[in-house]
C-alpha cells in the first residue's frame, strides 16, 4: 500500500509499506495509463517492511493523476493524487 507521496518537480515519489505476508517487488509502473520509468530504494519488500519508488513524471499542477504499480509475483497497488501539488501528501488509495 501506499503511505504517502511526495511531489517533486518531474517525479512522483510513493512511500511503500508491505502489508502482506509474502515478499514482493515493483515490475512496472504506469501513471494515468502511461508506462514510466522508475527507482526503488529498495528491490525486495519483505513483509512489514517499507521502502520508496520514483517515478519520472512531468506532473502539473492542480492535476489529478492515478498511479499502478504492478507488482510480483501478483497484484497492484493503485493511488490516486487528487489536484496535484509539490510536498508530501497522506495517503488517499483508490
Avoid: H
Avoid at 527507482?39 to 525486495?44: G, P
Amino acid at each position: 500500500m501506499v503511505d504517502r507521496a511526495i511531489l517533486r518537480p518531474g517525479q512522483i515519489v510513493l512511500v511503500l509499506v508491505n502489508g502482506s505476508d509474502e515478499s514482493a517487488r515493483v515490475a512496472q509502473a504506469i501513471v494515468s495509463d502511461a508506462y514510466v520509468d522508475f527507482r526503488v530504494s529498495r528491490r525486495t519488500l519483505r513483509p512489514d517492511d517499507s521502502g520508496r519508488i520514483t517515478l519520472s513524471y512531468p506532473w502539473v499542477r492542480g492535476e489529478s493523476y492515478d498511479v499502478e504499480l504492478l507488482m510480483s509475483p501478483t497484484g497492484a497497488v493503485r493511488y490516486e493524487i487528487e489536484e496535484a501539488e509539490p510536498g508530501s501528501q497522506s495517503a488517499e488509495a483508490a
